[in-house]
């Protein structure tokens, strides 16, 4: 089936430390994202990316790190400067970026300690 | 069925109803929308979207209705089901970012 994994669907780290979060596609979707969710919120922009070897600050990318080495893969990786990063993290994938509708995968709880 | 007028974070409508949900955007520069649905735990779903150069589209039970007079969005779902309860995004594209709004939590009633 083609779709978008994240993994794990729950992580646990301590304070301090570096978390990578993985999201892979099998659309052959150009563009791909990262958002975060607190509860009972909506849904803001961490990265994008429209291309391989590409990627574009969102709203809140500070603390944040993103790589676009391949065309597939679009991982997160949530540093120490991060003062919040208990959140839930939606990957999204589209085939184009524009005029097109994101496709989801099913998140990324974190929690840190 | 149940209509608000202005964007509320919560919707109580009785099975068999139709749900009116809606949405104020912000940028006048936004040319394409999008309506989500999100069950607990899991990823966004698509629903429908639409393109600035429409006013209104339909799909299977919804509607998206667009006026960008008053930068204003609206979902309506006929007949509501059981398993139409969840929250509602609405998001708005301007060139590559898509911007969510804050939601609205539909409850069905049996």
């Known amino acids: 089936d083609g779709g978008i994994t994240q993994s794990p669907k729950y992580l646990f780290r301590k304070e301090g430390q570096n978390v990578t979060l993985s999201c892979e596609q099998n659309?052959?979707?150009?563009?791909m994202y990262w958002y975060r969710q607190d509860p009972g919120q909506g849904l803001r922009l961490i990265y994008y990316?429209?291309?391989?070897?590409?990627?574009q600050k969102g709203d809140i990318a500070e603390g944040y790190s993103v790589s676009r080495e391949k065309k597939e893969s679009f991982p997160l990786t949530v540093t120490s400067a991060q003062k919040n990063p208990t959140a839930f993290y939606l990957c999204?994938?589209?085939?184009?970026?524009?005029?097109?509708?994101?496709?989801f995968g099913n998140g990324t709880r974190l929690t840190v300690t | 069925g149940e209509s608000v007028g202005l964007h509320l974070p919560t919707l109580s409508v009785q099975e068999g109803d139709n749900s009116i949900i809606n949405c104020a955007y912000s940028?006048?520069?936004?040319?394409?929308f999008i309506w989500y649905k999100q069950e607990s735990g899991k990823g966004p779903q698509f629903i429908i979207d639409?393109?600035?150069?429409?006013d209104k589209r339909q799909g299977q039970r919804v509607t998206v209705l667009l006026n960008k007079t008053v930068k204003h969005l609206s979902l309506q779902i006929a007949a509501t089901q059981p398993g139409d309860s969840a929250v509602y995004f609405c998001?708005?594209?301007?060139?590559?970012?898509?911007?969510f709004g804050a939601g609205t939590t539909v409850t069905v009633r049996a």
């Open positions: 990316s429209q291309i391989v070897n590409d990627f």
């Open positions: 940028n006048s520069a936004s040319d394409y």
């Open positions: 998001a708005e594209q301007v060139d590559y970012k898509l911007s």
């Open positions: 999204a994938s589209s085939p184009t970026g524009v005029n097109s509708p994101l496709h």
């Open positions: 639409i393109r600035s150069n429409m």
């Open positions: 659309l052959n979707h150009d563009a």
